[in-house]
């Protein structure tokens, strides 16, 4: 049994065969998941676990060289924006429908309980060397 960090088989998994530049999606319990992409689901009920505690677990195991989320998050979901704003790797704006057809060639989508607009991000693979 592992002693620390992620204990979901699954996000471990997938985790463990990121290679440079390649994404995952941390998303709401609203954003479609394109046909063929895994779908990671966390949900146990609305607003649980929260986007915001599912995606610093992922970032406490992942090397983040950049984060896409939908632009509209600035004005609908301000809290969101700032605290993902605070993280140590840029964010990219893009349109939300943009963000939709760029998670087709995710890894993974993990999904989650939240229920806040917007709060979707795409996470690109850094490298630790």
């Known amino acids: 049994m592992k002693k620390q960090g992620i204990l979901n ?11 440079h530049t390649d994404q995952i999606v941390i ?5 479609p998941i394109p046909e063929g992409v895994p779908c990671i ?9 929260t986007f915001l505690r599912t995606l610093n677990v992922v970032l ?3 090397e983040v060289e950049k984060g896409i989320v939908a632009k509209e998050i600035k ?3 301000t809290d969101i924006c ?5 993280y140590e790797f840029p964010i990219d704006f893009v349109d939300h429908e943009v963000l939709k057809k760029q ?4 890894k993974a989508v993990i999904r989650t309980g939240e229920m806040t607009p917007y709060a979707n991000i795409i996470l690109q ?4 060397f």
Do not use: F, H, W, Y
């Open 60 to 62: 406490a195991d992942m």
């Open 27 to 31: 998303a709401d319990c609203g954003l």
């Open 82 to 86: 700032e605290t993902i704003q605070q």
């Open 75 to 77: 004005l609908e979901n």
């Open 41 to 49: 689901d966390l949900s146990l009920e609305l607003g649980d676990p």
């Open 125 to 128: 693979a850094g490298v630790i």
């Open 9 to 19: 088989r699954d996000i471990s998994s997938v985790l463990a065969k990121l290679g």
């Open 103 to 106: 998670c087709r060639s995710a």
